[in-house]
């Protein structure tokens, strides 16, 4: 068990700084305060942020921390922390951590007793998914996908029975495909949102179900990045009596499990009570 308090006095820290998805004045007050402020930002692209960083007004030591060099730069970073210094780390543009290296260093300042200190701010799939009339509660979040058909697919069966809104990232040259892929594995009527630039002077939601938003970015060339969100499925699942459950209980023991193992796992797969699947089959 660990307790840490962001806020203890004289010691190094890590600010976790989001940055503008598009619209530089999303910028917060206190975000800018930081970047001011801090003795070094770490940034996944130093010249894409230091474009940002110059328009916003920041003047810092920048220091390149992105996924290629991430395992390497973060001893040395956790070494400035723990010398007094604070550093603020910013992606390329929204959250940090969010389909970003930052995590590593997250880690890393954990292990360390270094207090890691979040700012709230933009997150382009937080952002689409407010807008996008699907409901926000569940959801899951994958970034950007696999380039493989095969593990797309994968995926895409998780989405196709989940019973919440599913998000990922994709790029514009890759859309067509990736929506290709979906309408293979999910029901052709099932709703998505295609939300392009956001933030942005050309941000725009593309809704309809997958054939349509996909036929029309066939017809269509994408531009910008999207934000792609997948309805929730709203089939009730079907819930077994007892005999059913039994039965397939039955038939995990045939097929070599232990009785113990086999009411578990259909226990699990069927949200019952494992106990109560017990009882009821030894009784009968």
Known sequence: MQRQSSYAKDNGKLYLV???????????????????EADYVAAED????????????????M??????????????????????????????????????????????????DIPVVPLPGPSAFATALIASGFDA???????????????????????????????FYEAPHRLAKTLKNLASVLPADRQVVAARELTKIHEEFIRGT??????????NAPRGEFVILVSPNT??????????????????????QSKKDAIKEVAKEHHVSKNELYDTYHQG
Not at 18 to 32: C, V, W
């Open 210 to 219: 997958i054939s349509e938003v996909s036929t029309y970015f066939a017809e």
């Open 63 to 112: 220091i390149s921390f992105h996924k290629y060099n991430s395992k390497q730069r973060a001893p040395e970073l956790i070494e400035l922390m723990k010398k007094g210094a604070t550093i603020a780390e910013i992606s390329d543009a929204g959250m940090p951590v969010i389909s970003d290296p930052g995590y590593i260093l997250v880690q890393e300042c954990i292990k360390n």
């Open 18 to 36: 989001p940055t503008p998805i598009g619209n530089l004045e999303d910028i917060t007050i206190r975000a800018k305060q930081i970047l001011t």
């Open 235 to 256: 089939d009730a699942p079907k819930q077994l009596g007892w005999p059913e459950l039994i039965e397939l209980v039955n038939k995990n023991v045939e097929d070599g």
């Open 137 to 167: 509660q569940p959801f899951t979040y994958y970034g950007f996908l696999s380039r493989k058909s095969s593990e797309q697919k994968e995926v895409f069966k998780q989405m196709r029975d989940f019973h919440g809104t599913s998000i």
């Open 46 to 61: 130093t010249r894409t942020s230091g474009i940002l960083l110059e328009k916003i007004g920041v003047h810092n030591r």
